[in-house]
C-alpha cells in the first residue's frame, strides 16, 4: 500500500469518525443542568419584540386577535379542554391565538444571540383543533432542525402542562417556535454551547494525526 493511499485512509476515517458523533436534534421532557430562564412580569400584549435573559429576545406574529399575544403575563391563561394558568406558575409567554377559517397560522419566537445546544420550557395549549400544534427549531440561517406536533392532554387541571424541548450535541440552536392553538410557556429552560467530542474520537483523531505525521516524515526522508 503506498504512502499515498494510507494517507487517505487515514483522512476518511476521521471523517467517519466525526460523522457519527454528530447527532440531529432530539425531542425531550426534560432538560437536566439547563438553566431556566424567568420571563419579567411586565403583562405585555402586542407582537414584540421583548428582551430579556442572556441575548433572547422574544416576538409573535399575532399583533391583532385580543390585542396580540402575551409576554411576561401573570394573569389568567385558559386552554380550554387542557384547563387553565392562573398565574401561579410566574410570568408567561402566550401566542392567544389559532387559525381559522378567516386567519393565518401564528407563531411566537424565541431568539438566541448565541446558538445554545438545547431549549425547552413548561407548554400547554388548546387540544381539539384541526390545526397542529408545533414546535421546532432552527439555526442561525433559519433552516429547520428539527419540529414535534403536540398532543398530549392534560385532564383540565390549574396549571397543568408539559415540558418539551429539543437538544443538540452542538450549539446550532438560534430560534426556538411555537406555533398555533393558543400555546402558551412559561418556565423557559436553555443548555449551553457543548462541543466537545467523545474521548474516543478525540483517541482517533490523534491516533490519525500521528500517523498522518509519520508516513509524512518518511515520505521526506526518502
Do not use: C, H
Not at 31 to 40: K, Q, S, Y
Not at 126 to 139: A, C, F, L, W
Request: hydrophobic share 35%.
Amino acid at each position: 500500500m503506498t504512502v499515498g493511499t494510507r494517507v487517505k485512509l487515514l483522512l476518511l476515517a476521521i471523517v467517519i469518525a466525526f460523522s457519527a458523533t454528530s447527532a440531529q436534534a432530539t425531542l425531550v421532557t426534560s432538560l437536566p443542568g439547563g438553566t431556566a430562564i424567568p420571563m419579567p412580569a411586565i403583562e405585555y400584549f402586542g407582537p414584540g419584540p421583548q428582551s430579556f435573559g442572556p441575548g433572547i429576545t422574544w416576538s409573535s406574529t399575532n399583533s391583532s386577535n385580543q390585542g396580540g399575544s402575551v409576554f411576561g403575563y401573570t394573569g389568567g391563561y385558559g386552554f380550554s379542554g387542557n384547563g387553565s394558568w392562573t398565574g401561579g406558575l410566574g410570568p408567561m409567554a402566550g401566542l392567544n391565538d389559532s387559525k381559522d377559517a378567516y386567519d393565518v397560522t401564528d407563531t411566537m419566537t424565541f431568539a438566541f444571540s448565541t446558538p445554545i445546544a438545547g431549549v425547552g420550557g413548561f407548554i400547554n395549549y388548546v387540544p381539539g383543533s384541526n390545526n397542529p400544534t408545533v414546535i421546532s427549531v432552527y439555526d442561525s440561517s433559519n433552516t429547520l432542525i428539527e419540529n414535534s406536533t403536540l398532543t398530549f392532554s392534560t385532564g383540565g387541571g390549574d396549571n397543568t402542562g408539559s415540558f418539551y424541548g429539543f437538544l443538540e450535541d452542538s450549539p446550532n440552536i438560534s430560534y426556538f417556535t411555537l406555533t398555533d392553538n393558543y400555546i402558551g410557556i412559561t418556565e423557559l429552560t436553555t443548555s449551553g454551547p457543548s462541543a466537545v467530542p467523545e474521548p474516543a474520537t478525540m483517541l482517533l483523531l490523534g491516533s490519525g494525526l500521528l500517523g498522518l505525521g509519520v508516513y509524512t516524515r518518511r515520505r521526506f526522508i526518502k
